[in-house]
């Protein structure tokens, strides 16, 4: 094998489902490709030297101006398919945490706008695959 038939660049990301206690999720409409305006879980890339945790509180605070504590998200898991971005190779840490149901979100610089969404009333498609993580976040658990 040659190198670059064994080495890929991999790129490691962070998404979050907030949650407010009656059920709402929050969502950002994308402002740029892949996926310009369809909607998605506040999330991003992972800074050089930063816990995907980490990136987690920074990208919901960047993306919605929600606030949450590090210690309050609950990881959910980890996404990895090789086809999830079109970009190319993404892996992502997904956490979920509950907000207050009057927590006041403004949207950040990357995001066109965000919103609380009912989970019964989700927009058809959401981008890249957030539909996933999002069943996963709400799967009862064991």
């Known amino acids: 094998m040659t190198d670059t038939e064994t080495s890929e660049v991999i790129r490691y990301t962070a ?6 206690p009656g059920g709402d999720v929050l969502l950002v409409e994308r402002d740029w490709p ?17 816990t995907s945790r980490a990136a987690a509180v920074r990208e919901l605070e960047e993306e919605t101006g929600v606030q949450v504590a590090a210690a309050d998200l609950r990881q959910i898991g980890v996404w990895d398919s090789p086809e999830r971005d079109p970009r190319g190779r993404y892996v992502t840490v997904a956490y979920a945490a509950v907000v207050p149901a009057d927590t006041q979100i403004v949207p950040g610089t990357d995001a066109r706008t965000a919103r609380w969404w009912p989970l019964d009333n989700l927009p058809e498609r959401l981008a890249f695959d957030h539909a996933d993580i999002l069943r996963a976040a709400t799967a009862p658990t064991p």
């Open 15 to 20: 998404d979050v489902v907030a949650f407010t």
């Open 34 to 50: 892949p996926y310009e305006g369809a909607w998605a879980l506040p999330g991003g890339h992972v800074d050089p030297g930063e």
